[in-house]
């Protein structure tokens, strides 16, 4: 009798798109399944993984998270994911289903391939790319630095050369899709709404599906159950970077800066509004401890737009202090960035 395959769900999409939100949902509402989770970050600098592993779901242990910040795991299949996947899949309870958040700079598709590897195939199996697409960002055309030319460029030949590295690597995450959640839509008007949509469509060489969701709340059966066996299906999967050595790194970059006490979010969110507004930033994500409060205090941005929320205490003994992570391209400004969060 052959053995069952865990189902694995990748979660791909940009900087700052809602990955790790929507994961957090889908741990909320796992419906009595054990789920596992496997995020990676860009660079060395991790957040994401304790932010989930902190969470205080119910069901949800320290040893249900795995964090791989040493790079994307697009480009370290054999050295971090495989091992790490095995790690989860030796268990005495192994979990029903295995969520991958990338990082935002990653590849879906060399990653999908990797299931393929003798290691791995006859005991997992890809149920689904879910690809999050940033609504506003795309509404503001974060993506590309002409989206009106780029459009007409594509309808006259197909085979467009892209200069920009951000659009390479967001189209290549919605080629590999077997599902698209366009998120934060509560943040963008009806005619955005329909515009983004129309672009996002123009990018796909086929009919894949856009949900529309706010904050990463979906119904779970439409992101978990899919039963793509997307590693069979790579043919079907066009992609700028046929293989991890084609992804170049090279373009960005990240670093960490220092967080520490404030009197109150304001005063935090309006330095590191600054501090994004630095040359080549293109997303920052941390935490630290707020003067008088308990709780962990949250901050993320992309471009503009800064967020912030409490997401649990401090543990006894934890330093109330945090830092801000920081991923731009390649010599970004941090003297700026710096600065900006001294200020």
Not at 132 to 147: K, Y
Request: aromatic letters at 4%; glycine letters at 10%.
């Amino acid at each position: 009798m052959t053995p069952t395959k865990i189902p694995c769900t990748i979660v791909t999409g940009f900087l700052g798109a809602g990955k790790t939100t929507l994961v957090r949902h889908l741990l909320e509402n796992a419906g009595g399944r054990r789920l596992a989770v496997l995020v990676n970050e860009f660079g060395d600098l991790g957040f994401d993984g304790s932010f989930l592993a902190g969470c205080g779901i119910a069901g949800c242990t320290a040893e249900d998270i795995v964090e791989l910040p040493n790079g994307c795991i697009c480009c370290t299949v054999a050295d971090d994911f495989v091992p790490a996947l095995e790690k989860l899949l030796g268990r005495a309870d192994p979990p029903d289903h295995i969520l991958i958040e990338t990082s935002g700079l990653a590849l879906p598709k060399p990653l999908v391939g990797a299931f393929n590897w003798p290691a791995i195939r006859s005991r997992v199996t890809v149920d689904g790319v879910v690809a999050v697409v940033d609504g506003p960002a795309v509404a503001e055309g974060t993506f590309a630095d002409d989206p009106e030319a780029l459009a007409a460029q594509r309808a006259g030949d197909g085979a467009v050369d892209h200069d920009n590295p951000l659009e390479e690597v967001f189209e290549d995450q919605i080629l590999c899709a077997d599902l698209i959640l366009l998120n934060k839509c509560d943040g963008l008007s009806e005619a955005d709404r329909l515009r983004v949509r129309a672009e996002i469509a123009a990018h796909l060489p086929k009919a894949i599906k856009i949900v529309e969701a706010a904050h990463g709340r979906i119904e779970p059966a439409l992101v978990i159950g899919l039963g793509a066996a997307a590693e069979s299906d790579l043919s079907a999967r066009p992609s700028h970077h046929e293989s991890e050595a084609d992804h170049d790194h090279d373009d960005f970059d990240s670093a960490a800066f220092a967080l520490p006490k404030v009197a109150a979010p304001e005063e935090l969110t309006a330095r590191v509004a600054r501090a994004a507004e630095a040359e080549g930033v293109l997303r920052v994500k941390g935490f630290t401890a707020v003067a008088d409060k308990p709780m962990r205090l949250v901050i993320q941005g992309v471009g503009r737009r800064i967020s912030h929320h409490y997401d649990r205490p401090f543990a006894a003994g934890e330093p109330r202090e945090g830092r801000l992570v920081v991923i731009g391209l390649k010599g970004f400004d941090r003297a700026a960035v710096a600065a900006a969060l001294a200020d």
